[in-house]
């Protein structure tokens, strides 16, 4: 399985700002699109945002435009995100997984049959 770790997570107020990062362990992430995604207690993790392979094409959920901004440094082989005007219902572990290319302008889709678990994921916590 493709190894992925994500780091950055912590507790802010309303209104709050992190940068969350993704960073691929002994394999190259830009071989892959990358996206992020939410998980809250009793529910299955939800897309976020994703981007594609060269950083071309991006697509985020209707929660997160205007707030949330992915990217990529394949250089450094890490995928971001910047999290801004952070609000309580973003509360919740943030994963990040390899999504199908052909799919990132309408839908972060995980490529399971190369990441078929989630990883630790980050904890984000939203309150005043």
């Known amino acids: 399985q493709l190894l992925l770790v994500e780091s950055g997570g912590g507790s802010v107020q309303p209104g709050g700002t992190l940068r969350l990062s993704c960073v691929a362990s002994r394999w190259s992430v830009e071989h892959y699109s990358i996206g992020w995604f939410h998980q809250v207690p009793g529910k299955e993790p939800e897309e976020v945002a994703c981007?594609?392979?060269?950083?071309?094409?991006?697509r985020n959920v209707d929660s997160a435009k205007g707030r949330f901004t992915i990217s990529r440094n394949n250089a450094k082989n890490t995928v971001y995100l910047d999290m801004h005007d952070l609000a309580p219902e973003d509360t919740g572990t943030y994963y990040c997984a390899p999504v199908h290319e052909g799919l990132v302008d309408t839908a972060c889709v995980v490529v399971r049959a190369d990441f078929p678990s989630w990883g630790q994921g980050t904890q984000v916590t939203v309150s005043s």
């Open positions: 981007i594609s392979r060269r950083g071309d094409t991006i």
